[in-house]
């Protein structure tokens, strides 16, 4: 049975920082590309951050030079650095594996699969 757990979510103020992690279990991690989303009211889930096996990693825009994905295997789990935090990045944080068969490392959710339950990121004065 697959389980993706995100943890670390909460309310911080602008500037702050924030770390997420992911914990994953019932496939083979180390063999799977995995990315990180934000679904914010009112809007379509985003794709925030993705890495490779090979520890590539893509970005999207608003996040660029504020945000870190990265990955420890030998613990299963994902990680989202996030410094500084926005008004804008606060949304539910979710991570899923990217479906084995889709050969690119885009930001396209529909590319991905086994998605976890979320963590709340608050980001306010």
């Known amino acids: 049975q697959v389980h993706l757990v995100e943890s670390g979510g909460g309310s911080v103020q602008p500037g702050g920082s924030l770390r997420l992690a992911c914990t994953a279990s019932?496939?083979?991690?180390?063999?799977?590309?995995m990315g990180w989303f934000r679904q914010r009211p009112g809007k379509e889930r985003e794709a925030v951050a993705l890495i490779a096996v090979d520890g590539m990693s893509r970005y999207v825009d608003s996040v660029k030079g504020r945000f870190t994905i990265s990955r420890d295997n030998s613990k299963n789990t994902l990680y989202l650095q996030m410094n500084p935090l926005k008004p804008e990045d606060t949304a539910t944080y979710l991570c899923?594996?990217?479906?084995?068969?889709?050969?690119?490392?885009?930001?396209?959710?529909?590319?991905?699969?086994?998605w976890g339950q979320g963590t709340h990121v608050t980001v306010s004065s």
């Open positions: 899923a594996r990217k479906i084995p068969a889709v050969p690119f490392l885009r930001l396209i959710p529909a590319e991905y699969e086994y």
């Open positions: 019932g496939f083979t991690f180390v063999q799977s590309d």
